[in-house]
Structure formats: C-alpha cells, structure tokens
C-alpha cells in the first residue's frame, strides 16, 4: 500500500495534506453513529442522549443498560440462533458457488457464457421483488419458523459464484493440467488444487456473507414469527416495544449484536491478501 508523503523536495505537499483531511472528515462521518451509539449505551438516565453538541463519553458511565437488557431478554438464545444461522450459511454458500464458479471458470460447455450472464444478471433483481415467492416456497416446503427456512435464501448467491469464478480464472493453468496427469478428477482438482489457490476470495466471501447474514432483519421478521427462533436483529427491534424507545437500552442491544461482527474482522483481516499462485509453476 502506497504512503503520500507529506513533503516532496523539502516543499510541503498540500495536495498530500488536503488529501489526508479529506479522508479524515470521511472516517470520521462514517465512525460518528458507532461512536454516539456506544456511548449512548453506557449512558445513565439521568444524562440527556440527544443533546447538542453531542457527548460521546458519559459523564457517569454505567454497564446497568446492558445488564438489563441480558437480564429481561433472552440475548443468549438470539446469540445462539444468529451464530448458527450465519456459520451454517456461510459454509452452504462457499460450497455451493465454489462447486458453481469451477466449471464456469475452467470448463468448456455448450451455453456457459449465457448461464453466466443470466446468473450474475439476478444480482440487478430487489430482494423485494422475490420475496413473496421465496415465502410461498418455505411455507410449502415446512420451512416456516425453521432455522433451514431463515438460511433458505442464502444457500448461493450470484455474487459469491461471480467473486468465485474471477478467482478462479486466475489460477495458472499449468497446476490443473499437473493434477490431471496425476490422475485426479475434476472434483479433487477442484478440492486440493482450487481452493487452497483461493483461499483469499474465500475469505472475502465469507465476511461478506456472515454479516449479511448477521445483520438480516427484514427475511427473519417474514419466515419466523416464534421468539425461540429470533436473530439479533429482531431481538433488539424487539426492545423498541418493550422499553417503550429507551433509546439506552436499544443502544445497549445494538452493541451487544454488532460486537461479534467487529471481533471477528478484526481476527480475519489479516487473511484477506493477494496470494500468488504463480508461485507454485517452475519456470
């Protein structure tokens, strides 16, 4: 990653320094909910959320907002449900495009430039558009208030298989063509040659699924409508009712249901770089 040095030839750079506050003002209008969100979460009731200008820090911080909100709702089992939910579609999604995107990347048939274009065409179709629908088929597949039925439209996705497949257009040609000399078959290619050579895309992928996934609301609030199967999302939405829009409190939910989301990037950044594969043909 390129750095922009601030002096050039012993000359300030104020084209570097006006970049640098440009970028600055965008994080920091991007980070302004967070911040106001976590601080309104340790707010006491005697402080007062929506003054102006706004304070972030509390003057008397209190961990009480999420000690009730843990205590007078059942977060464990909304934790539960979402994790499962997003582990199980995370792992059905990168099988399903992974085994999707290896023959439209590295097959030749009869109508793959078509089925590729009709496949990554849905991507320009609304959620909304499909959803009654998708509805219709759960309820006549039993799938309503099931764990299967909040994962159900999320089995594949036509950007995962898209994402797939441009990653697997770059994998050297030589290592399939060594693996089928060796006797493998097209799956084994596909298992030992092809993923271990995208594990960066996979990874990609994955985040970009488990916090779609996660953050859900408007797919679980349709197919589920029994407390023992809520998410995250309908269980702080949930609190709104509760608490009469104690805006402590569902700030405080708020927290606790994006704290997940933000550990697990932090752990999984790190995995999400260009590998070569180049490496692994002699020249």
Same mark, same amino acid.
């Given at each position: 990653?390129?750095?922009?040095?601030?002096?050039?030839?012993?000359?300030?750079?104020?084209?570097?320094?006006?970049?640098?506050?440009?970028?600055?003002?965008?994080?920091?209008?991007?980070?302004?909910p967070l911040f106001w969100l976590v601080g309104t979460a340790f707010k006491s009731p005697t402080e007062n959320i929506f003054q102006v200008p706004p304070q972030f820090i509390p003057r008397e911080p209190t961990f009480g907002n999420f000690v009730r909100v843990w205590q007078t709702n059942p977060f464990g089992?909304?934790?539960?449900?979402?994790?499962?939910?997003?582990?199980?579609?995370?792992?059905?999604?990168?099988?399903?495009?992974?085994?999707?995107?290896?023959?439209?990347?590295?097959?030749?048939?009869w109508g793959r430039d078509f089925l590729l274009s009709a496949i990554v065409s849905t991507i320009m179709i609304p959620f909304q558009i499909v959803m009654i629908p998708l509805y219709i088929l759960a309820v006549q597949l039993g799938l309503r208030n099931t764990?299967?039925?909040?994962?159900?439209?999320?089995?594949? &996705?036509?950007?995962?298989?898209?994402l797939l497949r441009q990653a697997f257009m770059g994998?050297?040609?030589? +290592?399939?063509?060594?693996?089928?000399?060796?006797?493998?078959?097209?799956?084994?290619?596909?298992?030992?040659?092809?993923?271990?050579?995208?594990?960066?895309?996979?990874?990609? +992928?994955?985040?970009?699924?488990?916090?779609?996934?996660? &953050?859900?609301?408007?797919?679980?609030?349709?197919?589920?409508?029994?407390?023992?199967?809520?998410?995250?999302?309908?269980?702080?939405?949930?609190?709104?009712?509760?608490?009469?829009?104690?805006?402590r409190i569902v700030a405080a939910g708020s927290v606790i249901s994006i704290a997940p989301v933000l550990l697990l990037f932090l752990i999984v950044q790190r995995y999400i770089v260009p590998t070569d594969t180049a490496t692994g043909v002699k020249g």
């Open positions: 990653m390129g750095v922009v040095k601030i002096t050039s030839g012993g000359r300030v750079n104020y084209r570097a320094i006006a970049t640098y506050m440009v970028l600055i003002a965008i994080a920091i209008a991007m980070l302004f089992r909304y934790l539960f449900n979402s994790t499962l939910v997003a582990v199980l579609t995370v792992g059905l999604n990168l099988l399903f495009c992974s085994l999707a995107a290896y023959p439209l990347a590295r097959l030749n048939f764990y299967l039925g909040i994962i159900f439209p999320s089995l594949a &996705s036509a950007f995962g298989i898209f994998v050297p040609k030589e +290592l399939e063509e060594a693996a089928r000399i060796d006797g493998c078959s097209e799956l084994g290619i596909w298992w030992h040659i092809m993923i271990p050579s995208v594990r960066p895309a996979l990874m990609t +992928l994955a985040i970009f699924v488990f916090i779609g996934s996660w &953050s859900d609301f408007l797919w679980p609030l349709i197919v589920v409508d029994r407390p023992e199967y809520y998410t995250m999302p309908l269980g702080v939405a949930n609190l709104a009712g509760t608490f009469s829009l104690d805006w």
